[in-house]
C-alpha cells in the first residue's frame, strides 16, 4: 500500500473513532462545585459563566452609546426592572424608555466598561455578569464623570434586571511641594 492510501485509510479510522467517541460533557451546574453564597437561597454558589453573557452584556452597552432606543428595548425582556443608584426602581420597558429618552437627551450619557464578570447560579442555573463602567455625561457643556457597578441577569439572551451602585470618582491626591533646604 502506497503512503497516500495509508495516510487516508488512518485518517478515516481516526474520524471514524471520534465520531462513534463522542465528548463526555462535564456534569450537569447542579453537580459543578461553586464558590460565594446568597443569603436568601439557601446552599447557593457561583461559577464563572460563559462570554456569551459578556457579549450581550457589551452589545447592550454599544447600543446605549450608540444612544440607539429601539435596540435597547430589543435586548430586554418586557419584565425589566432596574434598581438605579439612587434607590427608585424601573419596571417593564415603556418606563425604561421614558426615562433612557429623558437621561439622552438633558446628558448624553457615555459607558466605558473597564471590567466584566459573568457568573452563573449553580443550583439556580440563572446567569448574571457583573461589570464596572466609567460614565461620562455631559450638562451644559461640562462633563462629569462618575464609577458604575451594574450587577445584571440575563435570560434567553436578553437583559431581565439589574442594579447599579454608583460613586464619584476619587479626585487625585494632593501632592506636598517639596521643600528643599
Known sequence: MNN???KTLVLMLAVTITACNAPVEKEAAKEQEGAGFFT???????????DAVTDVWMNYIKAHNDGDIEAIMAMESDSISI?????????GKDMHREGLSAWFEAESPQWNVYW???YKAV????EWIIAGHE?????????????????????DG??????????DVPAPPKME???EE
Open 4 to 6: 497516500s492510501i495509508m
Open 40 to 50: 436568601p437561597v439557601e446552599g447557593e454558589t457561583y461559577v464563572v459563566a460563559t
Open 83 to 91: 434598581e438605579t443608584e439612587d434607590g427608585n426602581v424601573m419596571k
Open 116 to 118: 466584566a464578570m459573568p
Open 123 to 126: 443550583n439556580g442555573g440563572q
Open 135 to 155: 460614565v461620562t455625561t455631559t450638562v451644559d457643556g461640562k462633563q462629569n464623570v462618575e464609577l458604575h457597578m451594574i450587577d445584571g441577569q440575563i435570560e
Open 158 to 167: 436578553k437583559i431581565k434586571q439589574f442594579y447599579v451602585y454608583s460613586k
Open 177 to 179: 511641594a517639596d521643600t
